[in-house]
């Protein structure tokens, strides 16, 4: 029988929890177990089970922090549900470990430039400060670091977006040239 998903009872909702968990429980560490724990982790959202959410988020991290594209989605939630949450302390702390864990994985690059943007966003105009000229730092301490690499030209271009979003366009452009 089809139901409309604003139709289904929190029974239906534990037999598809339930289902996924048997993905999780045969694969473990396959990346199959952790698309299964987002999408729980969808479920406990919707169903505002927020510390259930909390706990299948910090499963992923643990069980894939060798797999930094998956444990860092993980992670940046994290940092999300803080958000929706409306407690900007914890959601920065939680993004601020995507980048300090996970900074090369594609979430881990674009998260210093999210974290500006997020403080802009609740108009802290002295946090967006800082946090763009923290963005600046790790963003050039990439660049040194993975001098002659393929990772320095790709993070030469989150620089110049930093430098971009600021308006600081003479800068954006010289690291692009």
């Known amino acids: 029988q089809d139901r409309p998903l604003d139709k289904l009872t ?57 797999n930094p594209e998956l444990a860092s989605q993980a992670q940046f939630m994290l940092g999300s549900l803080y958000e929706g949450q409306g407690n900007p ?38 946090g967006a400060d800082k ?8 963003y050039k301490k990439m660049i040194n670091e993975y001098s002659g690499t393929s990772v320095a030209p790709v993070v030469k271009d989150y620089l110049a977006l930093v430098y971009a979003s600021q308006g600081r366009w003479n800068e954006a452009v010289g690291i692009w040239q």
Do not use: M, W
């Not at 473990?28 to 919707?46: D, G, R, T, V």
């Not at 690059?109 to 403080?119: H, V």
């Open 89 to 126: 302390g914890e959601a920065v702390s939680e993004y601020e470990k995507v980048t300090d864990l996970f900074s090369l994985s594609s979430v881990g690059l674009k998260t210093p430039i999210y974290i500006a943007e997020y403080y802009k966003r609740i108009k802290d105009e002295a």
């Open 131 to 138: 946090a763009y000229n923290k963005a600046i730092r790790h």
């Open 10 to 66: 929190a029974k239906d909702y534990q037999k598809i929890i339930s289902g996924y968990r048997r993905v999780e429980e045969r694969c473990p560490l396959e990346p199959s177990a952790a698309q299964s724990q987002f999408i729980i982790a969808q479920i406990y959202i919707s169903q505002k089970q927020y510390s259930k959410v909390k706990g299948e988020l910090v499963k992923i991290t643990q069980n894939f922090s060798s």
